[in-house]
């Protein structure tokens, strides 16, 4: 499992190819389950976004969704916390069964001493960036991170459109990463499909979060085959 999911977050140029984090956003919660086998063959992570209706207007799930998750697969977990004060939560996030634990910046009183304890609980760590929200303001803290998160819509809805002016983000903050010689991965959520991901990937995303154009309408698996082949991915 530690070898798995190593590999699964390394640096992009190792493999040349995108990580596809399934969002359950999007999905049938109470299928799910049946659905996680076959899904497993399929995608690389599955994104987990918490949401607690103060950061952000709506509410999703906690601890006992990603609990119940974590015992029946071993899939990496990767857990978007859209929730003030988040670190008041991250020893119960890992030990719901979150492999890595990202937060936004503004929920937290400092970003750096939150980063670390992340870590010190031994998950990956992320930063999200929101819509709006300079993606130069992390830079401070890029060397200590392991993914970077890129809102692609505003933060707190699903099914969102894609807002075009985020895709310079990415590109800045992929050319600050490969000067730098740093090893975080860059993530985007919100609004990514079949038509924007491939340009997505060749501006420097590593990771790509996709729900809606997974499990928003057809059969999740074959959805995710399609993806997959436009990307080239296999």
């Excluded at 918490?50 to 015992?71: E, Q, W, Y």
């Excluded at 928003?216 to 995710?224: A, D």
């Amino acid at each position: 499992m530690g070898l798995i999911i190593y590999l699964k977050i390394a640096p992009f140029h190792l493999f040349c190819m995108p990580i596809i984090s399934a969002s359950i956003l999007s999905s049938d919660v109470c299928d799910l389950a049946r659905q996680l086998p076959e899904l497993c063959k399929e995608t690389d992570w599955l994104h987990l976004d918490v949401m607690d209706g103060n950061f952000v207007p709506n509410i999703t799930f906690g601890f006992p969704v990603i609990k119940s998750l974590r015992s029946k697969t071993k899939m990496f977990f990767d857990t978007h916390l859209m929730v003030a004060k988040p670190d008041r939560y991250f020893e119960r996030f890992a030990e719901s069964g979150s492999n890595l634990i990202c937060f936004h910046a503004e929920t937290v009183s400092e970003s750096k001493k939150a980063i670390k304890a992340v870590k010190d609980l031994g998950c990956k760590v992320g930063l999200a960036v929101n819509n709006g929200i300079a993606v130069e303001s992390i830079f401070p803290f890029l060397s200590e991170l392991d993914l970077v998160l890129v809102m692609g819509v505003q933060a707190g809805f699903g099914a969102q459109q894609f807002i075009e002016g985020n895709i310079e983000k990415i590109k800045s903050l992929k050319r600050k990463i490969v000067s730098e010689k740093l090893h975080a991965l860059v993530s985007v959520d919100g609004g990514v499909n079949g038509q924007n991901a491939k340009k997505l990937a060749d501006a420097g995303a590593d990771v790509l979060v996709i729900g809606n154009s997974i499990f928003g309408k057809g059969n999740p698996l074959q959805n995710l085959k399609s993806l997959k082949q436009m990307l080239s991915i296999r």
